[in-house]
């Protein structure tokens, strides 16, 4: 088991694993916030990787490759320090980090997202968490940093959880069509 899929384990996703996809994006964001001398993985952190990382994340914005470089512009200012207001706050709202393998810290936002992408993938009844049960997940959080920079780059939330809302109905069935045909399904 992958140190990323042990402390998602940790985090009360214990009936659903991680998909190498998402095993990807979580190893990815924690070497950013490293990278950048953050003190944990925050909701921003996974945001900018899924969006370099996961087509499908990209591709749910309705503003298409001119609203996600927007975004990327403004997650790449947070990254080298421009606008105080992004380090002003920790998305703990104070408190204490929870240490994770490798002595990386997750905000318990993060946490909870991830928690909250493996109950999504469990009640559409696939076994592996995927990348866009992370994004669901963390755009669920009105108050999480992440929807601060959607937010900011001009995204419309409501619309955004409409089709989110619409191709997680999309996925659940296509899950449920193929259990049907070939049993279980991995993602």
């Keep these: 088991m992958d140190g990323a899929d042990a402390a998602v384990r940790g985090a009360g996703a214990s009936a659903v694993g991680l998909s190498d996809e998402l095993t990807s994006v979580i190893a990815a964001a924690r070497r950013r916030a490293q990278r950048d001398g953050d003190r944990q993985i925050d909701t921003a952190h996974l945001l900018h990787t899924l969006l370099e990382t996961v087509p499908c994340v990209a591709a749910s914005l309705e503003g298409g490759p001119t609203q996600v470089a927007r975004l990327l512009g403004y997650l790449a200012q947070r990254t080298i320090g421009y606008g ?4 002003g706050t920790v998305e703990d709202s ?9 002595g990386a810290h997750w905000s318990p936002t993060v946490e909870a997202a991830v928690a909250r992408a493996g109950e999504r993938a469990r009640a559409r009844g696939a076994v592996l968490a995927q990348g866009f049960d992370l994004f ?45 045909d070939d049993g279980p399904v991995n993602g």
Excluded: F, I, N
């Excluded at 105080?84 to 380090?87: D, R």
């Excluded at 959080?141 to 989110?164: I, K, M, N």
């Design 94 to 102: 104070g408190a204490v980090p929870r240490m994770r393998e490798g």
């Design 84 to 87: 105080l207001s992004w380090y």
């Design 136 to 180: 669901v997940a963390v755009t669920d959080d009105r108050e999480c940093r992440a929807v601060e920079v959607l937010h900011r780059a001009g995204v419309d939330l409501d619309s955004l959880a409409l089709r989110l809302a619409a191709e997680s109905a999309r996925l659940a069935t296509e899950v449920a069509r193929s259990q049907l």
